[in-house]
């Protein structure tokens, strides 16, 4: 039981009403969870606003409500507190509820448009080969110890962060790593958290649906490392031109990684083939697992960071060479007739030309590259036509199809993708709707040595039609189809 005066240690209250010497037992933001004794606080979402919920709250048992505006009617059984932003509010008070867990472990938080997910699982598991007890909160899974659970965001609620750290808090984990996207930030989910670090990976075209423009976009990743302390670092890929804006206001120590310009940490590809990379890190050679020029980076950045945060040089590379790829994300087999299959997340314009350029960096060309694509629904539209170029100019062969079209029709989705489609690479493409007949059809184009492409779905184990979430594995259907056609 926690008091609220003591919870709302650092949140800029406006005005209350009642007493805030009042005993807590639970703090919520959803209506429908409330119980006896607990606070409810009303955040102005995008679809729906909790301050709609107050009176359903107080009749569940909520004591105290925090919120943006009083109601026209006080309860005076119920203390009111009112504060200038609900959404930074409830991520102070959950970081107070459970004793701010964040400030007993390393928390470092990963931003940027690609990368983010490889570069926090990794480093998780970099630790935990190096014999620490780390933590995960990713888009794929939360991590605590040996514990998995599935993700529902890239970046928890607030509330749900806290908790979580807090388990990891007291089970001993030392080192948590965090995907932190910019919905996230601009929400303010990571507000009231201590980072000893933060991570810039790059900076393309993605999410404009929800920030509008770019400038936005860049600026709320950038707030990320301008609310870092001078206790902790900011490290950034100074090869992509946003990574100097990431640290033009941070208080943060600053350090850089690239492969093309001078930077605190440098790397050099000197091989890089289907079966792993070889790089030149800081003058030492060392032979990974990753595959491609945007998991040179990846592996950069948990290099740089992991030295930052004192793990023994020599230990990092053996370690380093020891990690195998995230799932969903370049994760490559091979049929039993020599068919490459490659599954990979790519559902942004960059992403899908990292991979692509990729695959032609390391391939023959005496094979074919078939690529399966497509662009989520109720997302950014304007990337659809960037994604039907770029599949279609460095594919031999494109197969646009479905990728979670949610309540769009799914035939428009594709028909705003193939407008990207230069009229010399008409021929190239083909258009089905049905994900699985997209997949099978690519499969029967495919020959001994030929690689395909599967993009834009990665780790994700469903397909959203309308309202309906079905069971949908890229790699199982790939492989099962492969097996099926004897190929």
């Known amino acids: 039981m926690k008091n609220l005066r003591d919870i709302l240690y650092g949140v800029s209250v406006e005005s209350v009403s009642g007493s805030t010497d009042v005993p807590v037992r639970a703090l919520e933001f959803d209506s429908r969870k409330i119980s006896a004794d607990s606070v409810f606080v009303a955040q102005k979402g995008l679809r729906f606003d909790g301050h709609q919920f107050i009176e359903k709250a107080i009749q569940d048992g909520a004591k105290v409500v925090i919120c943006q505006e009083f109601p026209v009617k006080i309860n005076e059984e119920v203390t ?62 939360v991590v605590i110890g040996e514990k998995e659970i599935d993700a529902t965001h890239t970046t928890p609620d607030s509330l749900t962060i806290n908790r979580v750290l807090r388990e990891m808090a007291d089970l001993g984990v030392s080192h948590c790593f965090m995907e932190v996207s910019s919905h996230g930030i601009h929400q303010k989910r990571t507000a009231g958290l201590n980072f000893k670090g933060g991570i810039f990976t790059n900076l393309t075209h993605d999410h404009l649906d929800y920030h509008k423009t770019f400038a936005e976009y860049r600026d709320v990743k950038k707030s990320f490392f301008d609310h870092l302390s001078p206790q902790s670092f900011a490290l950034v890929n100074i090869d992509d031109k946003n990574g100097q804006v990431m640290l033009q206001n941070t208080r943060a120590k600053k350090f850089s990684y690239a492969l093309k310009t001078e930077a605190d940490y440098k790397a050099r590809i ?43 040089r020599y230990e990092n590379l053996r370690v380093l060479s020891e990690l195998e790829n995230v799932s969903g994300r370049f994760q490559h087999a091979i049929s039993k007739g020599g068919i490459n299959a490659i599954i990979d997340y790519a559902h942004t314009p960059d992403a899908l030309k990292n991979v692509l350029e990729t695959i032609n960096s390391i391939r023959t060309f005496n094979e074919q590259v078939i690529t399966v694509v497509g662009c989520g629904g109720d997302r ?108």
């Not at 008070?93 to 931003?111: I, K, Q, R």
């Not at 028909?415 to 489609?421: D, L």
Request: proline share 2%; charged share 25%.
């Open 380 to 487: 950014d539209k304007a990337k659809r036509p960037k994604m039907g170029n770029i599949a279609s100019s460095l594919s031999n062969q494109v197969v646009f199809t479905s990728d979670n079209p949610r309540s769009e029709d799914p035939e428009e989705i594709l028909k705003e993708v193939e407008a990207g489609v230069r009229p010399e690479n008409y021929k190239k493409t083909i258009t089905i709707v049905d994900r699985k007949q997209a997949i099978k059809t690519a499969c029967k184009l495919a020959n001994e040595g030929d690689i395909i492409l599967v993009a834009g779905k990665g780790h994700e184990t469903y397909q959203i039609i309308g309202n309906e979430k079905t069971g949908f594995d890229d790699f199982v259907i790939t492989k099962q189809i492969l097996t099926e056609l004897n190929k």
């Open 270 to 312: 000197i091989e890089n083939q289907f079966n792993g990379l070889l790089l030149n890190i800081d003058g030492q050679e060392v032979w990974t697992k990753l595959i491609g020029t945007f998991n040179a980076y990846n592996l950069l950045a948990i290099y740089a960071c992991s030295d930052i945060i004192g793990m023994d």
């Open 80 to 141: 009111f507190v009112r504060v200038k932003d609900s959404d930074e509010a409830l991520a102070i008070l959950a970081a107070n509820f459970y004793d701010n867990p964040s400030e007993e472990l390393t928390l470092v938080g990963v931003t940027g448009t690609n990368g983010k997910t490889t570069i926090a699982t990794l480093l998780a598991e970099q630790f935990k080969k190096a014999g620490f007890k780390s933590g995960l909160i990713s888009t794929i899974k």
